[in-house]
T-cell receptor, first 115, second 116 residues
Framework: EAGVAQSPRYKIIEKRQSVAFWCNPISGHATLYWYQQILGQGPKLLIQFQNNGVVDDSQLPKDRFSAERLKGVDSTLKIQPAKLEDSAVYLC?????????????FGPGTRLTVT | GEDVEQSLFLSVREGDSSVINCTYTDSSSTYLYWYKQEPGAGLQLLTYIFSNMDMKQDQRLTVLLNKKDKHLSLRIADTQTGDSAIYFCAINTQTYSGAGSYQLTFGKGTKLSVIP
């Protein structure tokens, strides 16, 4: 079974520029998560999708971050415009459902550096 | 909000046992997890324990849960150099939207260094 795929693996941009990350979850997984992991901290949930609907985006900075999962499979996370404090690793994870106890499988992440 | 605390560093000699500790504040968490993160990689689920259990053993890994003290620990027996990584404790918490959906709240991670 193929794992969660993410691209690009690394991205360097200047502040105020835009950037987009892509995630392809494990086949058949209905739930998709985007996490932000700042250096030295644990991952923090940004947004959670169930199929193509948003379950929770309460911690997503909506003035600059957006995410979509139009066909209920792949997802993109966008930052526009980027700030220095957005430098982090962005992790995508998927699970079969959002029910209690369902294991989340993580991708390798995209490391973003904003200069 | 929910809080998960871990010590940041642990150093052990190869062959010894490692014990990584975690405390949490949300007593309603029903699943508690340990994830491993190697450099440049995503998180890998090592093991988890259901809140009605006190202990779970899986090969070299032993998880102990003290619900009264809200304390979770991960013991790695016969620690190897390949165990060097960051270990995250995580608990499931209900999302703000409710609707029966849950999210993981992570600690900051414990960096385990294994000395050959």
């Amino acid at each position: 079974e193929a794992g969660v795929a993410q691209s690009p693996r690394y991205k360097i941009i200047e502040k105020r520029q835009s950037v987009a990350f892509w995630c392809n979850p494990i086949s058949g997984h209905a739930t998709l998560y985007w996490y932000q992991q700042i250096l030295g901290q644990g991952p923090k949930l940004l947004i959670q999708f169930q199929n193509n609907g948003v379950v929770d985006d309460s911690q997503l900075p909506k003035d600059r971050f957006s995410a979509e999962r139009l066909k209920g499979v792949d997802s993109t996370l966008k930052i526009q415009p980027a700030k220095l404090e957005d430098s982090a690793v962005y992790l995508c994870a998927s699970s079969r459902s959002f029910s209690l106890g369902r294991e989340q499988y993580f991708g390798p992440g995209t490391r973003l550096t904003v200069t | 909000g929910e809080d998960v605390e871990q010590s940041l560093f642990l150093s052990v000699r190869e062959g010894d046992s490692s014990v990584i500790n975690c405390t949490y504040t949300d007593s309603s968490s029903t699943y508690l997890y340990w994830y491993k993160q190697e450099p440049g990689a995503g998180l890998q689920l090592l093991t988890y324990i259901f809140s009605n259990m006190d202990m779970k053993q899986d090969q070299r890994l032993t998880v102990l849960l003290n619900k009264k003290d809200k304390h979770l620990s991960l013991r790695i027996a016969d620690t190897q150099t390949g165990d060097s990584a960051i270990y995250f404790c995580a608990i499931n918490t209900q999302t703000y939207s409710g609707a029966g959906s849950y999210q993981l709240t992570f600690g900051k991670g414990t960096k385990l260094s294994v000395i050959p």
